[in-house]
């Protein structure tokens, strides 16, 4: 479960920090509500998943609380049988 967390976690801070940020994201560091991830990159997230992963996330399961943290993400996806 762990290298779906790494995946997540490099993805998130590859295409959303700026290389002078100091901003250290862990699992939990809320994403969303932390200002972070907005709703732009939230889909663009989402696609990454569902295309990596070849599944389909419904909109109805594609909440900001469901995408406002790594851990929040990884249950999501062990929704759709992706450990």
Known sequence: MSDLKDVILEYVQDEYLEEDDDIEITYST???SGGIVDSFSMVSLKRFLETRYK??????????E??????NI?????????E
């Open 30 to 32: 809320p994403l969303i």
């Open 66 to 71: 469901a995408f406002d943290s790594v851990n």
């Open 55 to 64: 599944i389909q996330i419904p909109d109805a399961k594609a909440t900001p």
């Open 74 to 82: 990884v249950k999501l996806m062990k929704e759709f049988g992706v």
